[in-house]
């Protein structure tokens, strides 16, 4: 397999694996015993129900909280990621909920920022040309890179967000709840993008509560509850699997309703 680069793609050792990580935080167990393996070229979805560990699993691989057990390898190599500078260093890029832009700055400030080009003598026509070049790799609606943040949509601003961690070259890139707060349009656009990224040959994580999102972009849907794994499905497994896996119910909203439509429509074809 080869990214749209041309340059292959290895699908025989993953990127990133997790193996009985664990985080307690005083009393409070946060994760237990997770495994978690992300290849080249895949897009993997967390989810599960608020509490579930999702935010604290991501922190983990960002390096703003080390775990209290078990491993972490990148490339086959186990790695010790006690700082977020450490996690960049391995190539694991992370764009939070918040986003974290500057809405006073133009995009190309944004896209640079802490990682500008001569610092003591800002090259802005390389740093221009740069995130154009980037911008259009990525097929970003943006309509002008020196146009102020504050001026751009939601989806827009995730754009920016996205494409400014992938200055640094990452092999794995986490985003959390992507989409949210964003229209039809704007989702439907970050969807495209994430798509470009795996085809660059990236790994991706994403943390979504919408599942028709998940299902969209996802080649794996990795199931979180109260910490702990409870389930890898793919993208065509059904609602109900999802949803028992999430809240640990099997009688549940879902279920009912799944289970009404089969009665209704056994009784329309029934004589």
Known sequence: MVNEQGAAIDKA???????????????????????????????????????????TLVKILASVHLPTSGTVAFEGR????????????????????????CENLDVVANLFLGHEISAWQLDEIAMEVRAWTLLQELAARIPSVREPVASLSGGQRQTV??????????KIVMLDEPTAALGVAQTAEVLNLIERIRARGLGVIIISHNMEDVRAVA???????????TGIFTPDASNQELVAAITGATENAVSRRVERKSQQNQRGVSP
């Not at 193996?19 to 897009?43: H, N, P, Q, R, W």
Request: glycine share 10%; charged share 20%.
């Open 13 to 55: 050792q993953p990127i990133l694996q997790l193996s009985k990580i664990s985080k307690s935080f005083g009393a409070v167990s946060a994760l237990t015993d997770i495994d978690l393996e992300i290849y080249a070229g895949e897009v993997v979805a967390l989810v599960g129900d608020n509490g579930a560990g999702k935010s």
């Open 161 to 170: 967000a996205i494409a400014r961690s992938l200055l640094l070259n990452p």
């Open 78 to 101: 186990e790695v010790n990621l006690d700082s977020p500078g450490k996690a960049l260093e391995y190539g694991i890029a992370t764009v939070f909920q918040d986003l974290a832009l």
């Open 219 to 229: 080649d794996r849907i990795v199931v979180l509850r109260l910490g702990r794994n």
